[in-house]
């Protein structure tokens, strides 16, 4: 396999997705914002895979650079996941009501920082003919109340990741929906409410290394559909 920079990896998602990429030999470069957690997961990794964690801020252009970086010396770039994301406020607030401060450290996070890393990563992906993953949400799609900030990131997103796509067709880029998830991020936007029924992000780690290692087009995905297609 080859080198994957996997963002927010230090829980949900994130986490599952270098657990799976370890098993399958991939070697990973992994950020979060939590260091200790961070080198929690890494230390369990790390007799899977040859694997650097990097704790930081994706919004940070330095600690960006330092990822990318640390993917050249592993060898190149194969897949770049970019799942690091802001909720926002919780509870979610109306738009109304949304502070404006945070609305943009949630697109500074969601939406410029993905685009960001993505350009810096664009030399050594087009080497390896590489793949971006843009971790999405139904919430870029659909009109919830009290979640215009972090949806309409989302949907920023996904158009970005649209255009990404046409503008190279040489790489595969995908913005993939995993769907409700058992995750802290999940709860934090539901506080207090029992989200005990949601499927834990394990299960949505097949359809996803199904894109990362499959033929399919660029595009928009739901991980419950690439399951049960």
Known sequence: MGVAIVTGASRGLGEALARGLAGRGWSLVLDARRAEALQAVADELAPLAKLVAIPGDVAD???RAALVAAAADL???DLLVNNASLLGPSPQPRLADYPLD????VYRVNVVAPLALAQAALPLLRRSRGRIVNVTSDAAVEGYEGWGGYGSSKAALEQLSNVLAAEHPELRIYWVDPGDMRTQMHQEAFPGEDISDRPPPEE???AVLRLVEGDLPSGRYRARELEQA
Request: no cysteine.
């Open 102 to 105: 945070v609305y943009e450290d």
């Open 61 to 63: 252009a330095r600690h």
């Open 75 to 77: 060898g190149g770039l």
């Open 204 to 206: 949505s780690v097949p």
